[in-house]
């Protein structure tokens, strides 16, 4: 395993727990108002802190694979990663505030 694949491991976990903060809040928000939009933004916060669980679970299990061994990929996955955790970030200060 490579350096970018660990990284990504890492910035994953760091996705993980901004999503599980803004679950949390619009889940709160959700029972105080019950609108359409923000149960929409609970259920895509949702969706995508399932994704990134399961991304988690994968890089632990199936570090024996050929391609995860290949720099590319991994540099590659960091950088969607690395997007992920970018939009993540703003959605949560945006929210928090």
Same mark, same amino acid.
């Given at each position: 395993?490579?350096?970018?694949?660990?990284?990504?491991?890492?910035?994953?976990?760091?996705?993980?727990?901004?999503?599980?903060?803004?679950?949390?809040?619009?889940? #709160?928000?959700?029972?105080?108002?019950?609108?359409?939009?923000?149960?929409?933004?609970?259920?895509?916060? #949702?969706?995508?802190?399932?994704?990134?669980?399961?991304?988690?679970?994968?890089?632990?299990?199936?570090?024996?694979?050929?391609? #995860?061994?290949?720099?590319?990929?991994?540099?590659?996955?960091?950088?969607?990663?690395?997007?992920?955790?970018?939009?993540? #970030?703003?959605?949560?200060?945006?929210?928090?505030?």
């Amino acid at each position: 395993m490579g350096l970018p694949t660990t990284l990504a491991m890492a910035v994953t976990a760091i996705n993980s727990v901004l999503l599980a903060v803004l679950v949390s809040v619009w889940l #709160s928000n959700y029972r105080q108002f019950r609108t359409p939009m923000v149960l929409g933004l609970l259920g895509f916060a #949702s969706v995508l802190f399932v994704e990134n669980l399961i991304a988690l679970a994968f890089f632990f299990n199936s570090m024996r694979t050929l391609y #995860s061994m290949d720099p590319l990929v991994g540099s590659v996955v960091l950088g969607m990663r690395l997007l992920e955790l970018v939009a993540v #970030s703003l959605l949560t200060y945006a929210t928090l505030k």
